[in-house]
């Protein structure tokens, strides 16, 4: 975290306030960009924030245990399990939910991608998919080697199906989409990295 961010936090912290007698704070989400305040108990998990006061629904519930990824979002850039995380740790950082994901009213290739390659069936796990994906190749970008890189020390990571597959295992899907999840994966990361190469090329 940036020391903007910390400061930002320590001031968001000192404007909360105990709104009831049930010990509810009143703080503030920054969520896809927009300022969210919302009155909770210290115990709410970052998950029922969203989807049951904020009514971004989204973001789904499986497992509620941190076992299915279903509820996965973006933390500043990071992505993690919303239904093991206490709204009230997060305010005042970046939130992204599947809701934020589309750029100005138009889906992002990754989405784009998803319904191309029949990414989904049931669509239930697919909020989760999206953002862990997400994550997932910002960790990749960054070099960040998973359990299965063969040389961490290389400096260079192949984006392969091994790869993919062991960065989104902690996202499931019980229609067995996987197939199809790891095809848009691949095309999306190939499309940003060709226009990113292309943008590079034309300087
Ligand atoms: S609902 Fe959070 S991991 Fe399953
Ligand atoms: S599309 Fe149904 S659970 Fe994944």
Do not use: W
């Amino acid at each position: 975290m940036t020391h903007s961010q910390n400061a930002e936090l320590e001031r968001q912290a000192a404007e909360s306030s105990v709104a009831g007698p049930d010990n509810r704070l009143r703080i503030t989400l920054m969520v896809n960009g927009d300022r969210r305040e919302v009155e909770i108990e210290p115990r709410v998990s970052l998950l029922d924030a969203l989807r049951e006061r904020l009514h971004l629904t989204g973001t789904k519930k499986g497992c509620d245990q941190g076992a299915c990824g279903a509820c996965t979002v973006l933390v500043n850039g990071e992505r993690i399990l919303s239904c093991l995380a206490l709204a009230i740790q997060y305010t005042g950082q970046e939130i992204t939910t599947v809701e934020g994901l589309a750029l100005d009213g138009s889906l992002s290739p990754l989405q784009q991608a998803f319904i191309t390659h029949d990414g989904f069936q049931c669509g239930y796990c697919t909020s989760g998919q999206l953002c862990s994906a997400v994550g997932m190749m910002r960790e990749f970008d960054d070099g960040v080697p998973s359990a299965v890189t063969a040389d961490v020390a290389s400096g260079t990571i192949d984006f392969s199906d091994t790869e993919i597959k062991e960065r989104m295992s902690g996202n499931l899907c019980r229609c067995g989409a996987y197939v199809g999840i790891c095809d848009a994966i691949r095309e999306a990361h190939s499309e940003v990295h060709s226009e990113v190469h292309h943008a590079g090329e034309s300087r």
